[in-house]
């Protein structure tokens, strides 16, 4: 097979994708990324392109979209947009969280639910892909406002929605409370307690270590990418973006394995903290955070450190970076500067962080670089263990969960490098999740016939 070929193939591929839906940048990203990868896999294999499987994964099978109008405390009418985007569920029930940010819109949840499919496959859980939200941001919004929306919105998706159906989660403005009172409609409206969504408080269902999932996770995979230099995470400076879930528990694990995380971030901006952010630090930020619902900048004058105002903490000095804030926040230049300050192992908490320019620039510098859809894959994972626990009607001690989350994170992690090694023995980790997450898929679907 010849790279010409396979040159021809993403482009034209590419071609049909954007032809189909136009205006849609971040879903292009997200499948040119995967496309790129299997170009070489598909043409070896040209099963899966008779059975046209890559057309068939980029169609959602279903896409609701809806409206949610709520009352705010002045008593205004507010009126947002609901959806769910059921990607695939050629090997399990639709599963992917729920984003109420502004910036949400079919394009930017079609590249989450794409990418959720590759990655629930990585899990070895017999989870299908899926992603939803609403352009609601809760930012500013009182408990009682969040409340109503959730009502409204979970009193349409209920209808689409159930245990062996589409289980939806947490993501970006979705955390505990949000899932709560979106469970407690689901279970208002349907007149049972379902393991319906995942991320559900612990006296109610819930899993010890969801919240925790995604940032441990993300660290024991950067762990076992480490691992493969013979290096671990003892006296590394770490730079992490964000401030929510996924960077919170992100940075409590790596200052328990002994690295120094010198910034976190919001949308606002980032603190430089040069001595670290210990535990006591930390826990100054989840309440910030998540109870006083606050800015980073007050990290910053409480502990007199450098604020960088409406920037992103790139441009620190730093072994190892943890984006785990949101979609293209490391552009081509950011990448330039982390490697060429030393960065050598960029490992993705959140979905997509990396842009097109920077993803190259790791991979051509042959650093360690873990994309999300491996890396992140541990939130998911415990989630699964949640619908497990439910479906049981028991609860593993938090000691299990973790176990679990750590030998799921260490699997993905060698399956990454068993698809992934190029003939120079560096691991392509975008190479390996994407091969090894399509397979299962792939072959579920052809078994499946024509569905
Ligand atoms: P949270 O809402 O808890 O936190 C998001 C953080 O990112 C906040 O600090 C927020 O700042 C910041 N942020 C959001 N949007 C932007 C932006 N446009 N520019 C700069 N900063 C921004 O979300 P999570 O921690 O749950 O999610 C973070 C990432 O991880 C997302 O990409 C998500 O898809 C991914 N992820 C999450 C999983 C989970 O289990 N929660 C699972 C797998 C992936 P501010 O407060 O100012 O908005």
Request: aromatic letters at 10%.
């Amino acid at each position: 097979m010849n790279t010409r070929s396979s040159k021809t193939f993403i482009t034209d591929f590419m071609n049909y994708v954007k032809s189909k839906d136009p205006g849609q940048p971040e879903f292009h990203q997200a499948v040119e990324e995967v496309v790129e990868t299997l170009a070489d896999f598909l043409l070896a294999n040209p099963r899966y392109l008779h059975a046209r499987i890559l057309e068939r994964m980029v169609e959602p099978e279903r896409i609701i979209q809806f409206r949610v109008p709520w009352a705010d405390d002045r008593g205004n009418i507010q009126i947002n947009r609901g959806y769910r985007i059921e990607m695939n569920s050629a090997i399990g029930p639709y599963k992917g969280g729920l984003r109420f940010h502004p910036t949400v819109n079919q394009g930017i949840l079609k590249f989450l639910a794409f990418e959720q499919v590759l990655k629930n496959s990585l899990t070895s859980l017999p989870m299908g892909g899926g992603k939803g939200g609403s352009d609601f941001d809760p930012k500013n919004k009182s408990d009682n406002e969040v409340m109503r929306f959730c009502q409204s919105f979970m009193s349409e998706l209920s209808r689409h929605i159930g245990q062996y159906t589409d289980v939806p989660a947490g993501d970006i403005g979705v955390g505990g409370r949000e899932i709560g009172f979106l469970f407690g409609q689901y279970k208002r409206l349907r007149n049972e307690f379902t393991g319906v969504l995942t991320g559900k408080g612990i006296e109610w269902g819930g899993s010890l270590i969801r919240p925790e999932a995604t940032g441990y996770g993300t660290v024991y995979f950067a762990q076992e990418m480490l691992k493969t230099r013979g290096d671990s995470f003892k006296d590394k400076v770490v730079a992490i973006s964000g401030s929510g879930n996924v960077a919170q528990f992100a940075a409590e694990k790596v200052i328990q394995l002994g690295g120094k995380v010198v910034t976190m971030s919001d949308s606002s901006g980032s603190i430089y903290d040069p001595d670290g952010i210990d535990a006591d630090k930390l826990a100054y930020i989840m309440e910030l955070k998540n109870i006083f619902r606050g800015r980073i900048r007050e990290y910053a004058e409480k502990y007199g450190v450098q604020y960088l105002d409406k920037q992103r903490p790139w441009s620190v000095k730093c072994d190892v970076a943890l984006p785990c804030a949101t979609q293209n926040e490391i552009n081509g230049d950011d990448a330039k500067a982390l490697v060429a300050n030393g960065c050598f192992v960029v490992t993705e908490g959140a979905n997509m962080p990396s842009d097109f320019d920077a993803v190259h620039h790791f991979l051509e510098s042959k650093i360690l670089y873990g994309p999300g859809k491996a890396a992140n894959a541990g939130g998911v994972a415990v989630s699964g263990l949640e619908m497990t626990q439910n479906s049981m009607r028991l609860a593993w001690s938090r000691e299990e969960v973790d176990t679990k989350l750590h030998s799921i994170m260490v699997n993905i992690h060698k399956m990454c490098v068993d698809y992934g090694k190029d003939t120079d023995g560096y691991t392509n980790y975008v190479k390996g999740a994407n091969i090894a997450g399509f397979v299962k898929v792939a072959n579920s679907m052809m078994a499946q016939g024509l569905v």
